[in-house]
């Protein structure tokens, strides 16, 4: 319970833009860019003179919030770009790997930010997958996995640990889930459960994946870092009724303090391939995950229950036609 509350209430942030080198010339993609959190990361990396994807579903929000940052850093020797992507279609997603990878020849770091929290009850992707399993966890791993073979490209350039994907789960990942973090035989939520909870089990399945993914790519040279951004005053509540949205406003913080959550990990020494996979909380601290959801992300011959595996599997069968989109 000691860590619970030590995330609703962080000591202060110790890691800023101030801890990060210079970024001329490396390329970074965040979802979700165009407002809370997702602006406030590519403020603070425009103001490292990186270049930077702001993928977004309107054009002109993300146009709004690069006139914002190049205003906020008129001498950045950076870039920013608008990248065209909608979390709730498969096909977007595809379509954005896509133009991404015709553009570009490294990705240096793909913040996996973007969110969507207790939509209507019955709110489904294009696809047909419940909206926020499918936009919070299957969406990013369909992203991430078509943008690999850039990352492992980059990898090769850069020193160990350098490059990196940021995972954005949730609190709700471990105070508002089952045992495991997801039940496996109710993916499509046909026993219903509260829109809370399908939330919480969307960020768990996001970070079981993540911590599958480390795994997997580990040896690609890739660094994955799953973590719980804070609460945060942002427009990710805006589906979230007058009585929840008060009571998160009072318990909420500024969105730049999310934004130095995710830059300390996708920044950090600390962070190696080593310790892939470790789990970041707020402002940028390592906490210990909920003791069922480090078993379900382990094998059975690790002393795990397997549950991450499973998943992965469940979620590449239903991705797998847009991978070759």
Not at 65 to 88: K, N
Not at 125 to 140: F, H, I, R, V
Not at 293 to 310: N, R, V, W
């Amino acid at each position: 319970m000691r860590n619970e509350l030590s995330q609703f209430v962080p000591p202060a942030p110790r890691f800023t833009e101030k801890d990060v080198s210079d970024q001329e010339g490396r390329v970074f993609l965040v979802t979700g860019a165009s407002s809370g959190v997702g602006k406030q990361l590519a403020k603070l990396l425009y103001g490292l003179n990186a270049t930077i994807y702001l993928a977004s579903r309107t054009e002109s929000r993300a146009i709004t919030a690069i006139d914002e940052i190049r205003a906020a850093h008129p001498s950045s020797r950076g870039a920013l770009h608008f990248l065209e992507i909608d979390l709730e279609d498969f096909a977007s997603v595809a379509r954005a790997a896509k133009q991404f990878l015709q553009r570009e020849e490294r990705l240096d770091i793909l913040f996996n930010n973007a969110g969507t929290m207790m939509p209507p009850e019955d709110a489904k992707t294009k696809q047909g997958y419940d909206l926020q399993l499918g936009s919070n966890a299957m969406a990013p791993l369909l992203f991430t996995q078509l943008l690999t073979p850039i990352l492992a490209k980059t990898a090769k350039l850069r020193e160990p640990g350098g490059v990196r994907v940021i995972w954005v789960s949730s609190s709700a990942a471990e105070l508002a889930t089952p045992k495991n973090g997801i039940d496996l035989n109710n993916l499509d939520f046909k026993k219903p459960v509260p829109n809370a909870t399908k939330y919480g089990v969307s960020k768990a399945a996001m970070l079981l994946l993540a911590l599958e993914y480390a795994k997997r790519e580990k040896n690609n040279g890739i660094v994955t870092v799953p973590l719980n951004p804070g609460n945060l005053k942002t427009d990710l509540r805006r589906h979230v009724n007058w009585l929840l949205s008060t009571i998160f406003d009072w318990m909420s913080h500024d969105p730049i303090k999310g934004a130095y959550t995710e830059l300390f990990g996708g920044f950090s020494a600390d962070i190696t391939l080593e310790n892939s996979g470790c789990w970041v909380i707020p402002w940028g601290r390592f906490g210990p995950l909920r003791q069922d959801l480090a078993d379900a992300a382990k094998s059975p011959s690790e002393g795990g229950t397997g549950i991450g595996a499973k998943l992965w599997e469940w979620c590449e069968e239903q991705i797998r036609p847009y991978k070759t989109a």
